[in-house]
């Protein structure tokens, strides 16, 4: 039943439509939406020093979730707690449960190299291979050991990246040679290429120029209708023109300031946290009183 | 010029002010001082240089690289027992230093955890055995690898792997910074897609510092070249007259060979020296324009 109603969501809704927070769900509030991660009361250590405290929260499926808040909040350490990335880090320890499809991500017998093939990631600073375009679309399809024809792989990356167009006769070029812009919807298409169900960006457009931060924008938009997106941002707009909920990230200081510590505010649809917040801090923010 | 002109101009330097004669002559004092330090070094070379060429040119022929050296007769004396040496030692010295490098800067860099005292233990040590003269590698060649456990004798193998130790702090650390110079964004980049550590090291961070850690590689094995004092500690031969036929063989180098003649009262084998480190200043200026060919043709820029 679910089902069937987003494929006539998605019929209806037309790829060039200009964004609209929240537009495919709003006419159904009421029901009832899919989750893709249950979030547990989720704390992140640095060593002694707590970096984020106490997440929780429910991400919706096939939906756009917007991190916003100051620097420092732990916007980008919880993002990073989604896909494992925090592995990385030596002294970094994850606390709580992270349910996806039904698993805890941080259960003792999970792989974070099998969590990473589900969960992509796009990084605030476009970060190409240094190689041509098309093995910079390939190589997670080639470690993944994906079988199949490798350049229909590459053009549907491409294609579902909104790239294609623009590099199809320069596929075995170097990437670096592509603009800033170009470069970030590569970095999309290759996360795309070993077709995840969830994409993680973090900060995708700060570095990029207003027309390629729209292109991007739009391409989240069309996105959504197979994947659940989330996104770590710092520009307010962005979140409340792409995003369906949004999450408020403060940061709390101990010890005269020497410590800080993230935590969320707010939680909610995001029409509701721009325009009438429950808590007095996201109202603050979002209206630029703070921040 | 027009009026309007020079007083725009005039206008202009009173905003932007000349640069006081102090700061001039500070700059000037500064250039001087640089152009000098630049000229006593070439000349220091050029003078080595004329001095090495006006001795050993006419000696360099075709024959001298292919005879055997002679202590008696200098007319027939060559290098080419010298050369073989050489090449023998160069091959088993990359043979080693190449995997012992490469995996132990991959060890450091990727995996090693750096709280742990073991591995700050293993950098110290390889950052001081750089440092160590080369002539105490000798004597270590010498008592582990001549003689002692290891006992191979005064062979191609036991100088290759004496050479190999001498060189290998230098590749390690070379290595290491090529790697330190892939950008962690790449790594990551890689990671999220789901590569394991193996696949990223593999595929993204060995082929984007490949160039770096073979540029070092050389370098390395250029100093490996002209090095002495080790190959006369652990006993090389002097002045044989055969080539080396495997790793088990006797075996000379061109700078054995080199100090051998330099050494003799004989004035003739004296300029034999001199072209022989001729033949040797263009091996070592070969190798290293290759590295830096490699440098420029595959630098990657992140």
Partial sequence: MTDQRREDEAAAAKPTAAPKPAAPTAPAPAAPRDVIFDVDDINVFYGEHRAIRNVTLDLHLNEITALIGPSGCGKSTFIRCLNRMNDLIPTARVDGKIIYHGEDLYADDIDPVQVRKRIGMVFQKPNPFPKSIYDNIAFGPRVMGMKGDMDEIVETALRRGALWDEVKDRLKTNAFGMSGGQQQRLCIARALATSPDVLLMDEPCSALDPISTGRIEDLMMELKREYSIVIVTHNMQQAARVSDMTAFFTVELHDEGRYRTGAVVEYGETDKIFTNPDDKRTEDYVTGKFG | ?302
Wanted: a neutral charge; aromatic letters at 8%; proline letters at 5%.
């Fill in chain 2, 1 to 302: 010029m027009t009026g309007a002109q020079i007083a725009e101009r005039a206008a202009r330097r009173a905003v932007i002010p000349q640069a006081s004669g102090a700061d001039r002559a500070f700059a000037t004092f500064f250039r001087v001082l640089m152009y000098t330090a630049v000229g006593i070094s070439m000349l220091a070379l050029v003078t080595l240089l004329y001095d090495v060429a006006r001795d050993g040119l006419p000696k360099v022929s075709w024959d001298f690289l292919t005879s055997f050296p002679s202590r008696i007769i200098p007319e027939n004396s060559g290098i080419e027992s010298a050369i073989w040496g050489t090449l023998w030692l160069m091959a088993v010295c990359a043979a080693i230093v190449v995997p012992l490098g490469i995996a132990t800067a991959i060890y450091l860099e990727e995996y090693a955890d750096r709280t742990k005292w073991w591995n700050r233990l293993v950098e110290v040590n390889i950052q001081n055995l750089a440092a160590v003269p080369s002539v105490v590698y000798g004597i270590l060649g010498l008592a582990f690898i001549v003689r002692g456990p290891l006992d191979l004798g005064r062979v191609v193998l036991a100088g290759g792997i004496t050479l190999a130790l001498l060189v290998l702090p230098v590749v390690i650390i070379v290595a290491r910074e090529a790697i330190r110079a892939v950008p962690p964004s790449i790594r990551e980049g890689s990671l999220a897609l789901g590569a394991t550590q193996w696949q990223t090291i593999w595929k993204q961070v060995l082929p984007g510092s490949i160039a770096g850690i073979m540029t070092g590689i050389i370098l390395a094995l250029s100093r490996a070249i002209g090095e002495t004092a080790p190959l006369i500690v652990i006993g090389a031969a002097v002045n044989p007259r055969f080539n080396p036929d495997g790793l088990g063989s006797a075996f000379t180098a061109l700078p054995i060979q080199i100090f051998a003649w330099t050494t003799d009262k004989d004035r003739e084998f004296v300029e034999l020296a001199a072209a022989a480190i001729l033949v040797m200043m263009v091996v070592l200026l070969l190798m290293n324009s290759f590295a830096i060919f490699l440098r420029n043709r595959y630098e990657q820029k992140w």
